[in-house]
């Protein structure tokens, strides 16, 4: 379940808590190969995720559109990677306009009795349209990921 708490009009805030230890969630984030397993909506699942979790080092991700096939670019900087609890990166769309600002994501993950409760917050949004529309691409993308995370454990 996922709760949205909009602290500020610009800001996107979801949490979930996923039954897999926390070093497993930091894998899944971390390590392209599970990446490309969760990554993006189930409309538009990750086709090509390219990083390297380092503090300064770039990421560039690929989804694809199950209905058209029409590729949508995306990628960003990770800012501050704290194993095995934060990661912290820029998020732009490849695109012109205001689906192409660049945005900071910030992840935290803690641990509970073998659970793990994920935050993720993202901002700036320039209207409630785009945010709306992450918060959307999000949850269905936490929802891949929940259950990736069962099959791996």
Request: net charge negative.
């Amino acid at each position: 379940m996922s709760v949205v708490t909009p602290e500020k009009s610009n800001e996107l805030i979801i949490t979930r808590t996923f039954d897999a230890p926390r070093a497993l969630v930091w894998k899944a984030w971390t390590d392209p190969k599970h990446a490309l397993n969760w990554w993006g909506p189930s409309h538009h699942p990750a086709v090509n995720v390219m990083w390297d979790v380092r503090s300064g080092a770039r990421w560039r991700n690929c989804l694809r559109s199950v209905e058209t096939g029409d590729l949508l670019w995306h990628g960003g900087e990770f800012r501050k990677v704290v194993e095995p609890e934060l990661l912290a990166f820029t998020f732009a769309w490849e695109e012109t306009g205001e689906r192409g600002i660049e945005n900071l994501i910030i992840i935290t993950l803690t641990e509970n009795h073998g659970k793990t409760t994920m935050v993720l917050r993202q901002t700036p949004f320039q209207s409630l349209l785009e945010q709306e529309g992450h918060n959307e691409g999000w949850n269905n993308t936490f929802d891949r990921l929940a259950t990736y995370l069962t099959k791996v454990i």
